[in-house]
């Protein structure tokens, strides 16, 4: 019995906020019940036993990185680039399709200059906490306990960029 | 063999495995790689307010909601099953400068003399805690996209803008962390 309210046509106005910051554009037919999410969670799973095991968390392995002390990181990052890079070619290559059977969409991500501003404000705050996002839910999973409020910080500060978001350049 | 699974995995154990994520989540279920978003969702959930840029159908994109939820998890197993029963190795430069600001316990994966629930309230605490944390959301949603988002799936779809991105990020962070957060480690 399928309980979505959501109707499968896709409002344009809605459409056109979901697809600002590229946030998934994939606009499937095929309707998912919550339980179908489980596949992410277990992939984020994997994710987060690596993140932890690697020190990628780590705020002192992220100090190291910006003061050019150790090649952790950049190989950490680097190996990740090229190991996706040749798995979308592979997937464009070979056409592949997604476990049910659609059509792999990936999103053309467009210039402007949210990516320096905000690039810049964000490399700031990644040296100072030594966290990106998804490290800042691996940390508090740690047991750094506090990274909790920097998390709700860093939900405070995507609210107040959504409030000012048209008075700021783009 | 556990004892290879509890010390600090290698870069190019962990680096490979992360880049697989990205045809992984491609596969599964056609979703672009991407962390910040999630505190999109999160706003968009629990705080719209009348802000036109979190009213969207945030129902379709509790897939990211669930995968930082696996994170946090992965990272629980990971402490409970996998610890490191050794202290972080640090460069000896870093543990010397570090010495200077009374850093030197690296025992946790996160200064825990910094960062600590009473640390708030100094100044020290509450710019590295909480305006760390603001420029890491407020920053990331700006850019468009975090680490994940734009340098891992950005650059493995060869997208110039997310080059730009992670060229900034890296600016931003080399600044900061080799001239601006020694003053405020001496706060």
């Not at chain 2, 004892?3 to 672009?32: C, E, H, M, Q």
């Not at chain 2, 979190?54 to 099953?81: C, D, Q």
């Not at chain 2, 779809?157 to 900061?176: D, H, N, Y």
Request: with cysteine; aromatic share 12%; net charge neutral.
């Amino acid at each position: 019995m399928q309980t979505d309210v959501f109707p499968p046509e896709i409002d344009p106005i809605e459409e056109e906020i979901r697809h600002q910051d590229t946030i998934c554009v994939n606009e499937s037919v095929i309707e998912h019940r919550w339980y179908d999410n489980l596949k992410y969670l277990v992939i984020g799973l994997g994710f987060g036993v690596v993140f932890v095991k690697a020190e990628i968390i780590s705020w002192f392995r992220i100090q190291e990185m910006f003061r050019f002390q150790s090649f952790h990181m950049y190989g950490v990052i680097g190996s990740a680039v090229v190991v996706g890079m040749l798995s979308v070619w592979l997937i464009r290559r070979f056409n592949v399709k997604t476990i049910e059977g659609e059509d792999i969409v990936i999103a053309t991500k467009t210039f402007n200059k949210g990516q320096i501003f905000g690039g810049l404000l964000f490399g700031f705050g990644w040296a100072i906490t030594g966290a990106c996002p998804g490290p800042l839910f691996a940390q508090i999973g740690n047991g750094a306990s506090v990274v909790l409020v920097t998390l709700v910080s860093a939900i405070a500060g995507t609210w107040v960029y959504g409030l000012l978001r048209e008075k700021l350049p783009h | 063999m556990l004892d290879f699974l509890r010390d600090p995995w290698p870069w190019y154990v962990a680096g490979p495995l992360i880049g697989l994520t990205v045809p992984a989540l491609l596969i599964v279920g056609n979703k672009s790689f991407g962390i910040s978003s999630s505190l999109r969702h999160i706003c968009a959930a629990c705080l719209p307010a009348n802000i036109p840029f979190f009213h969207y159908n945030w129902r379709k994109e509790l897939w990211n909601l669930f995968f930082v939820a696996g994170i946090f998890l992965g990272a629980v197993l990971a402490t409970v099953l996998l610890a490191n029963p050794n202290p972080v190795v640090v460069h000896p430069n870093l543990a010397a400068d570090l010495a200077q600001y009374g850093i030197t316990d690296f025992s946790k994966l996160v200064p825990t003399q910094v960062l600590n629930w009473s640390s708030l309230l100094t100044l020290r605490g509450f710019l590295m805690i909480v305006v760390g944390g603001f420029l890491i959301g407020f920053g990331t949603r700006y850019a468009g996209g975090c680490t994940s988002g734009h340098a891992i799936m950005g650059l493995s779809t060869l997208q110039w803008p997310s080059l730009v991105a992670t060229c900034c990020f890296m600016l931003a962070g080399i600044l900061m962390a080799n001239f601006v957060l020694p003053f405020l480690l001496a706060l």
